[in-house]
């Protein structure tokens, strides 16, 4: 399995509404990240787990809560979004975060729109 | 001065054309380098490493020049499906993720 899945692939949600997004990988990797894409802009990262621990919070607002309950799952949780939250959510991983030369694997993404 | 900086195009190129991308990065503790492919509305993908020595995969070469924080990406035979945005991408240090330029938009047209 060479995949990152992730769950929904598309989400509409309300400013007051909870919400959280799933990324599944099954390769063995140990470092695991989100990003944020919005239209013709480059991914820019949000969080790093490595080894199940957060390592990176890039002064994400707290509206955004990541989780990592074991080394295959990572999740972000949402809540009391704004509008301009809209975007690509991406998940990625890689063997691991302190390794150079390892390209990262990303899944699909989540469509987030914030209404 | 940003950490990675490309040429965002478009470049609009016919079938059978060489292209040839730039970037620059501004850390000098850069570590590792990645050319990345997204298409519209989907998943950035990793083309390909590069490495000091230059890399080729096929129509795909990369070249790194470490004195000149220069990345480079020549693609030979362009195809229709060669269509995408390319990305440089740079890991600055261990421990890091990695920093997305803003991606070089290619067309190419029959």
């Known amino acids: 399995d060479t995949e990152v899945t992730q769950t929904p692939k598309h989400l509409v949600m309300g400013m007051t509404n909870k919400k959280s997004l799933k990324c599944e990988q099954h390769?063995?990797?140990?470092?695991m990240y989100w990003y944020k894409q919005k239209a013709k802009k480059p991914p820019e990262l949000m969080f790093v787990?490595?080894?199940?621990?957060?390592?990176i919070n890039e002064s994400v607002p707290s509206r955004f809560s990541p989780e990592c309950p074991n080394s295959s799952l990572l999740n972000l949780h949402l809540h009391a979004l704004q509008p301009e939250d809209s975007a690509l959510y991406l998940c990625?991983?890689?063997?691991?975060?302190?390794?150079?030369?390892?390209?990262?694997?990303f899944g699909s993404g989540t469509r987030l729109t914030v209404v | 001065r940003k950490e990675v900086e490309q040429d965002p195009g478009p470049f609009n190129v016919p079938e059978g054309a060489t292209v040839a991308f730039n970037c620059t990065y501004s850390?000098?503790?850069?570590?590792?380098f990645f050319w990345y492919r997204q298409d519209c509305r989907k998943e950035p993908k990793l083309l390909m490493s590069?490495?000091?020595s230059g890399n080729e995969d096929g129509r795909f070469t990369a070249q790194l020049n470490r004195a000149s924080q220069y990345i480079s990406l020549l693609i030979r035979d362009s195809k229709l499906s060669d269509s995408a945005t390319y990305l440089c991408?740079?890991?600055?240090?261990?421990?890091?993720?990695?920093?997305f330029g803003k991606g070089t938009t290619l067309s190419v047209s029959s």
């Open positions: 850390n000098s503790a850069s570590q590792s």
């Open positions: 390769m063995g990797h140990r470092a």
């Open positions: 590069v490495y000091s």
């Open positions: 787990y490595s080894y199940e621990k957060l390592s």
């Open positions: 990625a991983s890689s063997q691991d975060s302190g390794q150079g030369g390892w390209g990262y694997t």
């Open positions: 991408v740079v890991k600055t240090q261990a421990g890091t993720a990695l920093i």
